[in-house]
């Protein structure tokens, strides 16, 4: 008998990560999947990146909308609840063996909130982590504990997991699967990217990725600014990818659609497609903003990092990544250091520390050793 293994994406972000697992779901004879695809996924403002999955030709068996056209915490808050409700109907009808969850957006906390009555057995990856600067941070910790079976990205993580009284038999160091994407992939030309995008490579090209800091809303508009008067000294052609869907994150998008306009080597792509995406972190000279890839993913690249201020902060990071606040000038003085021959020959140098090699064979591999240990949802806080 098969183990069925519904798994939930909701966003570009975790679809990233999630992609090599499914793929390896598919792949195991003892595995059946079930894709659930919700939140940003569906929402045409966000780039409706449920194409891209019909694209990479998954079957999806049930397409969840519970997410507001709002760009308030309120809209966030009742897009939670929503959730909840969508998830339930789902789950009444699902005869699942484990709920496979990323990370830490809203939307997969409804995902864990709404699977706690029927008892499902949930596998989490990227528990752990910290990131002082949003609410993802209570999100994370709060789907860790409703989680039975716990995947982390680095050591540290592992041990802090256990440190939240997880029993150390069911967390794992897995690293980062979002790394096993790059295993077979081939990365656009520079003519493929300037027909698909309008990236030119001959000039320089800089991505900048921000989403809002979900704690002090109320400063992410003056955030952005800085973030934007920062970068109007430089003549590098700058690709701005879509902030998220966090309260303030289309007020974020629309100011940036604004200076795009006045700027003629600005451009602004709402999905870049995986592929598209890492195609341009391998030829991009730096990477500017508070992405959580930046953190994760940009160091398999060699390419240098401005994280700004305190969405990421907690997180481990490569030595590729320059941490600043959010100011014009610390910011130039961050992407300067960035561009330096110096700062750009250690980052092509360095390890990854996220990277562990084969985290999606694992995960898939642990799942299926915990069913046949009978591992229930049901658990015992570890004391130590």
């Not at 519970?66 to 760009?71: A, I, M, P, T, V």
């Not at 600014?225 to 998220?244: D, K, R």
């Not at 390419?303 to 610390?330: A, T, Y």
Request: hydrophobic share 40%; charged share 20%; with cysteine.
């Amino acid at each position: 008998m098969t183990v069925k293994i519904v798994a939930v994406t909701v966003a570009r972000s975790d679809y990233s990560i999630i992609k090599p697992i499914l793929t390896e779901i598919d792949a195991n004879p003892r595995t059946e999947l079930e894709l659930v695809v919700s939140g940003m996924h569906l929402a045409p403002e966000f780039g409706h990146t449920v194409d891209e999955i019909n694209l990479d030709g998954w079957h999806i068996n049930a397409r969840l909308e519970h997410l507001l056209s709002s760009d308030s915490s309120v809209g966030v808050a009742k897009s939670i609840g929503l959730g909840v409700l969508s998830f339930a109907d789902y789950f009444s009808n699902c005869d699942a063996d484990f709920l496979l969850l990323i990370g830490d957006r809203a939307e997969m906390l409804a995902a864990a909130i709404a699977a706690q009555p029927f008892e499902l057995r949930i596998a989490h990856v990227h528990g752990g982590e910290t990131t002082e600067g949003a609410i993802d941070e209570a999100f994370r910790h709060s789907i860790t504990k409703m989680s039975c079976l716990h995947f982390a990205t680095t050591k540290k993580y592992a041990e802090r997991i256990i440190q939240m009284g997880e029993q150390p038999k069911n967390v794992f160091y897995c690293g980062a699967p979002a790394l096993d994407n790059l295993t077979n992939l081939s990365m656009m030309s520079p003519d493929e990217l300037d027909k698909s995008f309008n990236i030119k490579v001959a000039q320089n090209p800089i991505i900048v990725t921000y989403h809002p800091e979900t704690y002090g809303v109320e400063a992410n508009e003056m955030n952005i600014l800085n973030v934007l008067e920062a970068l109007s000294n430089l003549s590098n052609q700058i690709i701005f990818t879509g902030s998220n869907a966090d309260a303030s994150g289309r007020r974020i998008n629309q100011l940036i659609k604004n200076k795009v306009k006045e700027n003629k080597n600005w451009i602004m792509v709402n999905n870049l497609s995986l592929r598209g995406y890492y195609s341009v972190l391998s030829v991009a000279k730096v990477m500017i903003g508070n992405s959580s890839s930046g953190i994760i993913e940009a160091g398999s690249f060699g390419l240098p990092v401005v994280n700004i201020g305190d969405r990421q902060r907690g997180r481990v990071s490569g030595e590729n990544v320059i941490h600043v606040p959010n100011s014009i000038v610390e910011i130039r003085n961050g992407i300067a250091k960035a561009l330096s021959a110096k700062f750009i020959n250690l980052a092509q140098k360095i390890h990854n520390p996220y990277d562990n090699g084969g985290a999606s064979k694992l995960i898939v591999d642990s799942i299926l050793a915990a069913h046949e240990s009978k591992l229930s949802a049901k658990k015992a806080f570890y004391d130590f």
